[in-house]
């Protein structure tokens, strides 16, 4: 059975500090969101990619997408990347996939070796989710700025995107989240709390977010 993907574009960018969707800036020849979506631009692999957009800027989106060998759907997008992801995953009920890769538009190092990874992983055992190890010493703060605990380097992670998992998992997750109004940082998080343990697979230290200004 062939897979969707996700692609979260509807973001504000404000950490950014500029008026256009960063995703919507140019990159390699490009925009930075093409390159995101590029990868999973095969239709031996992937039967749909849903864009979720905010309406400011659907229509570039649209233009700029245009030419996807894989059937791209826009949906609009909710006011947290939650929300979005879960819009995306309702528009996908009737195709039905057995597994959904999500990824950020702001992403756009990502590789055609890194999808296929996360895929693999994701058909084997439910989730997927690329981790590089930290490279600085993660401390927890709390709300005065002073450190509450210093976290083991060898057991932290950052995690990227692509995430990967079951289609019917994890619509699943993102409904019980919505009847409790819990909010996750990503769809790790809600696949934990409501399915069980994540599985990592080696992420791809050049796969950055694009998210302050000195990112690009
Ligand atoms: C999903 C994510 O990329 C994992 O590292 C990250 O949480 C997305 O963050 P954003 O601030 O919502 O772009």
């Given at each position: 059975?062939?897979?969707?993907?996700?692609?979260?574009?509807?973001?504000?960018?404000?950490?950014?500090?500029?008026?256009?969707?960063?995703?919507?800036?140019?990159?390699?020849?490009?925009?930075?969101?093409?390159?995101?979506?590029?990868?999973?631009?095969?239709?031996?692999?992937?039967?749909?990619?849903?864009?979720?957009?905010?309406?400011?800027?659907?229509?570039?989106?649209?233009?700029?997408?245009?030419?996807?060998?894989?059937?791209?759907?826009?949906?609009?997008?909710?006011?947290?990347?939650?929300?979005?992801v879960y819009k995306g995953l309702e528009a996908l009920a009737t195709d039905n996939p057995g597994v959904v890769l999500i990824h950020d538009a702001a992403r756009p190092w990502l590789t055609e070796e890194l999808v296929a990874a996360v895929l693999e992983q994701a058909e084997k055992t439910g989730s997927s989710v690329p981790v590089v190890p930290s490279i600085?010493?993660?401390?927890?703060?709390?709300?005065?700025?002073?450190?509450?605990?210093?976290?083991?380097?060898?057991?932290?992670?950052?995690?990227?995107?692509?995430?990967?998992?079951?289609?019917?998992?994890?619509?699943?997750?993102?409904?019980?989240?919505?009847?409790?109004?819990?909010?996750?940082?990503?769809?790790?998080?809600?696949?934990?709390?409501?399915?069980?343990?994540?599985?990592?697979?080696?992420?791809?230290?050049?796969?950055?977010?694009?998210?302050?200004?000195?990112?690009?």
């Open positions: 059975m062939r897979a969707a993907a996700i692609i979260t574009a509807a973001g504000s960018g404000s950490r950014m500090e500029i008026s256009t969707n960063k995703v919507l800036l140019p990159f390699g020849g490009g925009t930075v969101v093409e390159a995101a979506v590029l990868p999973f631009a095969n239709p031996d692999k992937f039967q749909k990619i849903i864009i979720t957009y905010s309406p400011a800027d659907k229509a570039r989106l649209q233009e700029v997408l245009k030419d996807i060998a894989v059937p791209v759907q826009f949906v609009e997008g909710g006011s947290t990347r939650q929300e979005s600085n010493a993660m401390k927890v703060v709390d709300e005065k700025g002073l450190i509450l605990h210093h976290l083991k380097r060898e057991q932290t992670f950052s995690a990227q995107t692509p995430q990967g998992f079951s289609y019917t998992g994890i619509l699943e997750a993102h409904i019980k989240a919505g009847k409790e109004n819990f909010s996750a940082i990503d769809d790790t998080e809600l696949w934990d709390r409501y399915k069980g343990p994540v599985s990592t697979i080696p992420g791809d230290t050049a796969n950055k977010k694009i998210t302050y200004k000195g990112d690009l």
